[in-house]
């Protein structure tokens, strides 16, 4: 059974970071790119950032570029999202998804994802 856990979210000041990890279990994990999205209440879930297999390669969505930053850990089967100089528009239920791919590929399109995470909120307050 493939599971995807989010952790580390939570109430943060504007300007302040946090970093959210997403631990994986029932898969292959350097089978899959990575990716975290995020949805804030009344809008639809957008793409945050995407890292490859090997964790080579990463994309950013333009919103959070330069203030988040995707790493993973394949030894420990886990993906994680540094978050700094957070803005109260960065407020949103967080969520890592997992896709099998190929070598080097990124994936940023949710609908490509094969597995999702329940989410973890993140409040940044003003």
């Known amino acids: 059974q493939v599971q995807l856990v989010e952790s580390g979210g939570g109430l943060v000041q504007a300007g302040g970071s946090l970093r959210l990890s997403c631990a994986a279990s029932?898969?292959?994990?350097?089978?899959?790119?990575m990716g975290w999205f995020r949805q804030a209440p009344g809008k639809e879930r957008e793409f945050v950032g995407a890292?490859?297999?090997?964790?080579?390669?990463?994309y950013y969505a333009d919103a959070v570029k330069g203030r988040f930053t995707i790493s993973r850990d394949n030894a420990k089967n886990t993906v994680y999202l540094q978050m700094n100089s957070l803005k109260p528009e960065d407020t949103a239920v967080y969520y890592c998804?997992?896709?099998?791919?190929?070598?080097?590929?990124?994936?940023?399109?949710?609908?490509?994802?094969?597995?999702w995470g329940q989410g973890t909120q993140v409040t940044v307050s003003s």
């Open positions: 998804a997992a896709a099998l791919t190929s070598t080097g590929v990124l994936v940023t399109r949710g609908p490509l994802y094969d597995y």
């Open positions: 029932g898969v292959t994990f350097s089978s899959y790119a």
């Open positions: 890292i490859s297999r090997s964790g080579g390669r990463t």
